[in-house]
T-cell receptor
Framework: DIQMTQSPSSLSASVGDRVTITCRASQGVNNAVAWYQQKPGKVPKLLIYGASTLQSGVPSRFSGSGSGTDFTLTISSLQPEDVTTYYC?????????FGGGTKLEIK | QVQLQQSGPGLVEPSQTLSLTCAISGDSVSNNGAAWNWIRQSPSRGLEWLGRTYYRSNWNNDYAVSVNSRITINPDTSKNQFSLHLRSVTPDDTAVYYCTSGWAFAIWSQGTMVTVSS
């Protein structure tokens, strides 16, 4: 199985800050990486797929980058509504696997 | 626009079978380019992919090793839906269960909180 290790597990930042979340795969995943945002009690929302392609309707302050085994999700200017939990996922091979999540809080 | 509507009980007794159904609208379960997945989420396990069914000239399934001996995912072409059956459940199977489509999951069902308890 491909393990997806997300860091940090929690992060505190101020409105307007640039925020970066990292995901490291235990082996190469051919850029088949997705990022999700999940608010409490809600279904996960797809933000990024193919490591860097923005899903339709997602604000442009979200971006994804990386290749091989190391990937990042960046929020260019943190907004209050971005304060929630984020997950990465690889879909290059089964079993499809998720990172453990990053909880983003306002400082 | 693809939509997934999930149904099934929210309470299952230990050692019994957890059964959920996911009805598809806006696409076909037999779509040769699609895949239909079950995922669960709990505080202890996080987001866990359980398995999928897909059609590529014939029906195929992939399952997570953690549930491989207990899980069956079946397509139902007559009703355009797919189902999850998880046998011999324990309290550790308590989770929110979702059905999704594809590989990067843009479409999710509403989710069902399933509690395993007597």
């Amino acid at each position: 199985d491909i393990q997806m290790t997300q860091s940090p597990s929690s992060l505190s930042a101020s409105v307007g800050d640039r925020v970066t979340i990292t995901c490291r795969a235990s082996q190469g995943v051919n850029n088949a990486v997705a990022w999700y945002q999940q608010k409490p009690g809600k279904v996960p929302k797809l933000l990024i797929y193919g490591a860097s392609t923005l899903q339709s309707g997602v604000p442009s302050r979200f971006s994804g980058s990386g290749s091989g085994t190391d990937f990042t999700l960046t929020i260019s200017s943190l907004q209050p509504e971005d304060v929630t939990t984020y997950y990465c996922q690889q879909y290059t091979s089964v079993p499809l696997t998720f990172g453990g999540g990053t909880k983003l809080e306002i400082k | 626009q693809v939509q997934l509507q999930q149904s099934g009980p929210g309470l299952v007794e230990p050692s019994q079978t957890l059964s959920l159904t996911c009805a598809i609208s806006g696409d076909s379960v037999s779509n040769n380019g699609a895949a239909w997945n079950w995922i669960r989420q709990s505080p202890s396990r996080g987001l866990e992919w359980l398995g999928r069914t897909y059609y590529r000239s014939n029906w195929n399934n992939d399952y997570a090793v953690s549930v491989n001996s207990r899980i069956t995912i079946n397509p139902d072409t007559s009703k355009n839906q797919f189902s999850l059956h998880l046998r011999s459940v324990t309290p550790d199977d308590t989770a929110v269960y979702y059905c999704t489509s594809g590989w990067a999951f843009a479409i999710w069902s509403q989710g069902t909180m399933v509690t395993v308890s007597s």
